[in-house]
T-cell receptor, first 115, second 113 residues
Framework: NAGVTQTPKFQVLKTGQSMTLQCAQDMNHEYMSWYRQDPGMGLRLIHYSVGAGITDQGEVPNGYNVSRSTTEDFPLRLLSAAPSQTSVYFC??????????????FGPGTRLTVL | LAKTTQPISMDSYEGQEVNITCSHNNIATNDYITWYQQFPSQGPRFIIQ???TKVTNEVASLFIPADRKSSTLSLPRVSLSDTAVYYCLVGQVIYNQGGKLIFGQGTELSVKP
């Protein structure tokens, strides 16, 4: 199993550009989430999904869109990038069907810089 | 959602036992306590989870008192490679539903030789 994969690893955007961060998992997990982590800070929840077709907002959803058309994929879209969105973005998934509890599996992250 | 409070940082030496305490006064009946470890430039990694009393695995132990308003992560005989940030999370284990899992600021553990 590849686990949780994220692409790209690094990205530089100009203010106002849009882009999509990709996240995929091959563990058949229903639950997926996106976090951002600013330098020296903890992780903040952006959006999460409890299954295909179902998404909900986290702590800091403004400026981001998500959709969940398949169990495997959970892309994060930046609508109009701003310097305040410079951060490392982590995608995670967890098993909510067979006693997986709160164990989330994280991807390697996407390091985004907005100029 | 229950808020968690942890020390910002801790120092230790190799071979010592390290105990990191997390306060969660507003923990709900259905909440579980979960700890993660994060190394620089990596995503967090699950360490241990518990509901009450004591849980032990190959990496750590988790002690939870009867009132569940706090918990203590215990790392036995730390090494330099245990230098990381440790996060305490409180949230519900909701089968087939999921739910928000909110990270706090974490505790930066520095292990010295």
């Amino acid at each position: 199993n590849a686990g949780v994969t994220q692409t790209p690893k690094f990205q530089v955007l100009k203010t106002g550009q849009s882009m999509t961060l990709q996240c995929a998992q091959d563990m058949n997990h229903e639950y997926m989430s996106w976090y951002r982590q600013d330098p020296g800070m903890g992780l903040r929840l952006i959006h999460y999904s409890v299954g295909a077709g179902i998404t909900d907002q986290g702590e800091v959803p403004n400026g981001y869109n998500v959709s969940r058309s398949t169990t495997e994929d959970f892309p994060l879209r930046l609508l109009s990038a701003a310097p305040s969105q410079t951060s490392v973005y982590f995608c995670a998934s967890r098993d909510t069907t067979s006693g997986g509890g709160n164990e989330q599996f994280f991807g390697p992250g996407t390091r985004l810089t907005v100029l | 959602l229950a808020k968690t409070t942890q020390p910002i940082s801790m120092d230790s030496y190799e071979g010592q036992e390290v105990n990191i305490t997390c306060s969660h006064n507003n923990i709900a009946t259905n909440d579980y306590i979960t700890w993660y470890q994060q190394f620089p430039s990596q995503g967090p990694r699950f360490i241990i989870q518990g509901y009450k009393t004591k849980v032990t695995n190959e990496v750590a132990s988790l002690f939870i008192p009867a009132d569940r308003k706090s918990s203590t992560l215990s790392l036995p005989r730390v090494s330099l490679s245990d230098t990381a940030v440790y996060y305490c999370l409180v949230g519900q284990v909701i089968y087939n539903q999921g739910g928000k899992l909110i990270f706090g600021q974490g505790t930066e553990l520095s292990v010295k030789p």
